[in-house]
């Protein structure tokens, strides 16, 4: 049985171009597809917030039309509904990666929020990623790689990886108002090798110990490749 550490938001808000709050927190399909893949096989999972907050939900992210139908929607409801490491989330700055033997980031926009800017999580995926275990990130949640910097650089630079795009953004409607767009960012603050599939399709991209995924639907692709990864541990 493997360990594998959770990564996730704490906020329950991103504050928008015009200073007002959208409500926001981790993305349902991110967390529980993973989080039901990797217990179903049998391995742990340990939740990790910043000052250990009880992570927030997006709550549109279980809206029947975001969730595959409403029994998607009650199926994703159920998975974190009895996901007891959601209660009791360590603290980031309490952490210790060799305790875990992978890491895993779920998205929503609330990394936008957070985990962009925060020290402890930018430490951790330096280590991480500098161990050569496995680190798993989807979504909106490659935007924790911008805590990595240390006056301007990332070890990132240069990895090929993706992220939700500024397209699919843009489709969603969030790129008026959004303070930023996280593709952008990688791009031009991480130097990442960004690659990406047709919006909304399942994509992965692997360099090295690095695995990310474009969007929502590609949090199951990401939790089998994982499980895939930690046979044998």
């Not at 490491?85 to 603290?91: I, T």
């Amino acid at each position: 049985m493997a360990k594998v550490l959770f990564i996730v938001s704490g906020a329950s808000y991103w504050v928008v171009k015009d200073g007002s709050r959208y409500a926001t927190g981790y993305w349902a399909e991110e967390f529980a597809n993973p989080y039901r893949i990797l217990t179903d096989a049998g391995h742990q999972v340990v939740v990790a917030t910043p000052n250990g907050v009880i992570p927030t939900v997006d709550m549109m992210s279980l809206r029947p039309q975001m969730a595959g139908g409403i029994d998607g929607a009650l199926r994703l409801e159920s998975i974190i509904r009895e996901a007891e490491a959601l209660r009791r989330p360590l603290q980031l700055s309490d952490v210790r990666l060799e305790d875990f033997d992978a890491v895993y980031l779920p998205g929503g926009h609330g990394p936008m929020a957070d985990l962009a800017f925060d020290a402890d999580c930018g430490r951790l995926l330096t280590r991480q990623l500098a161990s050569g275990n496995p680190l798993f990130i989807v979504c909106h949640a490659p935007a924790s790689i911008l805590s990595t910097r240390i006056q301007g650089e990332s070890p990132f630079a240069g990895y090929r990886l993706t992220c939700f795009t500024d397209e699919e953004e843009e489709a969603v409607g969030v790129a008026a108002f959004a303070p930023w767009l996280l593709e952008t960012d990688l791009r031009e603050k991480i130097g990442v090798d960004f690659s990406r599939g047709p919006i909304w399709e399942p994509y992965m991209v692997e360099d090295r110990n690095l695995t990310t995924g474009q969007n929502p639907a590609s949090a199951a692709v990401l939790g089998n490749r994982m499980v895939e990864i930690l046979k044998g541990t």
